[in-house]
């Protein structure tokens, strides 16, 4: 067995994951597409959970790149981060453009909904909003206690051994210190955020570029230098996965059970990887050791055989 089966085999052992095992209902598609496996509990071995020769059929990796969204993907929208940004942008809206209290998450929620994130939105509707301030006040009066570290996450992405990278639509600071409080900062090779994109950004109305928009796709695409059908990327948003399925990305939904029309896999959890979208981890050594496992059981007289 190669290293990368053993890490990921060990990783596996130590987390509870029988639930995720015994999905009734595959979630992927494709030429992968995996049978649902029997049973439920006990402990996990490689022949009941993770036999390949009677799940896969023998292939290397199809990614050679893994795009990570950071902000409710690579950790839950439950840790209470989210609520706290909606409360920083009503803020925002209030301290800087005075508008009402009790109609800033009304106007909010519209700014998201039409222009995708509420930055955007003042921009385009003529507001002369500086990125840097609204970044002070978003992302910097987060609550970054409440991002815990994540080892049972950094495990997981040790065992990657594609390039991984972040592509998100907050600022660097943030990106980093996000990412500093999962203890999974070191993981990446590169980081494609709000600065990536808007790198000229002046104080006029000059358009933001942000996801979903295909400039900002193709700017990440570019950036990373990636082949985007040999690329896997996870976005917590649907529209974000629309945008990458339309730059021929490989397409992961995240935070969500059922896909949507644009994704190529729905992960509840970014925990969920190894059991949702295995063939991350196939590799030629991987080919070969399936190879040699079907030879050594071929070999093998049958009881039948035996018997006669
Ligand atoms: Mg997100």
């Given at each position: 067995?190669?290293?990368?089966?053993?890490?990921?085999?060990?990783?596996?052992?130590k987390?509870?994951?029988?639930?995720?095992?015994?999905?009734?209902?595959?979630?992927?598609?494709?030429?992968?597409?995996?049978?649902?496996?029997?049973?439920?509990?006990g402990?996990?071995?490689?022949?009941?959970?993770?036999?390949p020769?009677?799940?896969?059929?023998?292939?290397?990796?199809?990614?050679?790149?893994?795009?990570?969204?950071?902000?409710?993907?690579?950790?839950?929208?439950?840790?209470?981060?989210?609520?706290?940004?909606?409360?920083?942008?009503?803020?925002?809206?209030?301290?800087r453009f005075?508008?009402?209290?009790?109609?800033?998450?009304?106007?909010?929620?519209?700014?998201f909904?039409?222009?995708?994130?509420s930055l955007?939105?003042?921009?385009?509707?003529?507001?002369?909003?500086?990125?840097?301030?609204?970044?002070?006040?978003?992302?910097g009066?987060?609550?970054?206690?409440?991002?815990?570290?994540?080892?049972r996450?950094?495990n997981?992405?040790?065992?990657i051994?594609?390039?991984?990278i972040?592509?998100?639509?907050?600022?660097?600071?943030?990106?980093?210190?996000?990412?500093?409080?999962?203890?999974?900062?070191?993981?990446?090779?590169?980081?494609?955020c709000?600065?990536?994109?808007?790198?000229?950004?002046?104080?006029?109305?000059?358009?933001v570029?942000?996801?979903?928009?295909?400039?900002?796709?193709?700017?990440?695409?570019?950036?990373?230098?990636?082949?985007?059908?040999?690329?896997?990327?996870?976005?917590?948003?649907a529209?974000?996965?629309?945008a990458?399925?339309?730059?021929?990305?490989?397409?992961v939904?995240?935070?969500?059970?059922?896909?949507s029309?644009?994704?190529?896999?729905?992960?509840?959890?970014?925990?969920?990887?190894?059991?949702?979208?295995p063939?991350?981890?196939?590799s030629?050594e991987?080919?070969?050791?399936?190879?040699?496992?079907?030879?050594?059981?071929?070999s093998?007289?049958?009881?039948?055989?035996?018997?006669?």
């Amino acid at each position: 067995m190669g290293p990368v089966w053993a890490a990921i085999l060990d990783h596996l052992a130590k987390d509870s994951i029988g639930n995720c095992l015994t999905r009734s209902e595959p979630t992927r598609i494709g030429r992968f597409a995996r049978k649902p496996y029997p049973g439920g509990t006990g402990p996990i071995t490689f022949e009941t959970k993770f036999n390949p020769t009677a799940v896969f059929h023998s292939a290397s990796s199809p990614f050679d790149c893994i795009i990570f969204d950071l902000d409710d993907t690579l950790y839950s929208s439950k840790t209470g981060i989210g609520q706290a940004l909606k409360r920083n942008i009503d803020d925002f809206l209030v301290e800087r453009f005075g508008f009402p209290e009790s109609q800033a998450p009304t106007l909010r929620a519209e700014l998201f909904k039409i222009y995708g994130s509420s930055l955007v939105g003042l921009r385009s509707l003529g507001y002369d909003v500086d990125a840097d301030d609204y970044h002070s006040v978003v992302h910097g009066r987060l609550p970054y206690d409440l991002i815990k570290p994540d080892a049972r996450l950094r495990n997981l992405l040790q065992t990657i051994k594609q390039r991984k990278i972040i592509f998100t639509n907050s600022d660097r600071i943030h990106a980093m210190k996000a990412l500093d409080r999962l203890g999974i900062k070191d993981c990446f090779e590169q980081i494609i955020c709000f600065e990536t994109m808007n790198p000229n950004l002046s104080k006029s109305t000059t358009p933001v570029v942000l996801k979903p928009s295909m400039e900002a796709m193709k700017i990440a695409i570019d950036v990373a230098g990636v082949d985007p059908r040999r690329t896997l990327f996870l976005d917590d948003n649907a529209k974000n996965v629309a945008a990458g399925k339309a730059v021929e990305l490989q397409t992961v939904l995240v935070g969500k059970t059922v896909k949507s029309k644009e994704a190529d896999y729905a992960l509840e959890s970014i925990t969920n990887l190894v059991q949702v979208i295995p063939e991350i981890w196939f590799s030629e050594e991987d080919d070969q050791m399936i190879s040699h496992i079907k030879n050594e059981m071929d070999s093998i007289p049958s009881a039948t055989t035996v018997g006669a």
